[in-house]
């Protein structure tokens, strides 16, 4: 296991209920095929939808070879380019690492960020897989609220695996009373790892208890596999939709999903 990041210092955020939250797997900050990088565009759709917690996949942290030849790449890292002036808190997990620099998952969040770790899941070097547990305080809550960042891999037999290491890490760090989000990039287009998180952790997916039926999030021109999902105990889920609508389908190769609950 790996723990590396950075957590900001900022105001909380004053509103308690209910709570948004929003999925993405950004593509480090380029659009479907490589063609364009499209970062700031990608701010100003989530600065629309205003969520109050971010999970991000596939966030660049620093890359030498885009920052020479990409004319409008910030000055800072990804997420804390996205985070500017709208999130206060958030914590990054380097996962990948090459020569030109790293990715890996981000949360942002507009709540304090009580405390977080990184578990690394990548069984190579340059794969970005993580679990990325974080704490947070909401105001007037009656507990903090555990989420957790998810990127799995592209084998099912690594799955497996991650997904062993997830439900070992809930049932020893997160009190089955707590409220608990888990989000993102599961890779998961057969659905294998649904029945275990019912059975195992009480999870239930957002997108599925209101609609009947699984998000297809991916790819973003013709969305065929669900992805992308926002699983949940100890809260209950208000909506939960895909965002279709035009700028995303210009954006990542993902389609984001967003997630509204009742504390």
């Not at 037999?157 to 009373?177: F, G, K, N």
Request: charged residues 15%; aromatic residues 10%; neutral net charge.
């Amino acid at each position: 296991m790996s723990v590396t990041g950075l957590i900001s210092e900022g105001n909380p955020a004053m509103t308690t209920h209910p709570l948004t939250v929003l999925t993405y797997n950004i593509h480090k900050g380029f659009s479907p095929g490589n063609r364009r990088f499209v970062l700031h565009q990608i701010r100003a759709a989530l600065l629309a939808v205003d969520a109050d917690v971010l999970f991000l996949q596939e966030t660049q942290g620093e890359h030498n070879g885009h920052e020479q030849r990409i004319s409008n790449w910030p000055d800072c890292a990804q997420f804390e380019y996205l985070a500017q002036g709208r999130w206060p808190y958030y914590a990054y997990a380097q996962n990948a690492t090459y020569n030109a620099g790293h990715h890996g998952n981000a949360i942002l969040s507009k709540f304090p960020l009580l405390s977080w770790e990184n578990i690394n899941v990548s069984p190579f070097r340059r794969a970005s897989r993580s679990l990325l547990h974080g704490v947070l305080s909401i105001p007037g809550g009656d507990s903090p609220v555990h989420i957790i960042c998810i990127h799995f891999g592209l084998l099912e037999v690594e799955r497996q695996r991650q997904i062993d290491t997830l439900c070992a890490r809930i049932d020893s760090h997160v009190p089955h009373d707590a409220p608990l989000i888990v989000a993102g990039d599961f890779n998961d287009w057969r659905c294998v790892a649904e029945q275990r998180f019912y059975q195992h952790l009480a999870l239930q997916e957002a997108f599925h208890s209101l609609h009947g039926r699984r998000a297809r999030t991916f790819p973003v021109w013709l969305p065929v596999l669900p992805m992308d999902r926002i699983y949940f105990r100890g809260l209950q889920p208000l909506s939960c939709e895909r965002l279709l609508h035009a700028p995303w389908p210009h954006l990542s190769d993902h389609v984001p999903l967003t997630a509204t609950f009742q504390l």
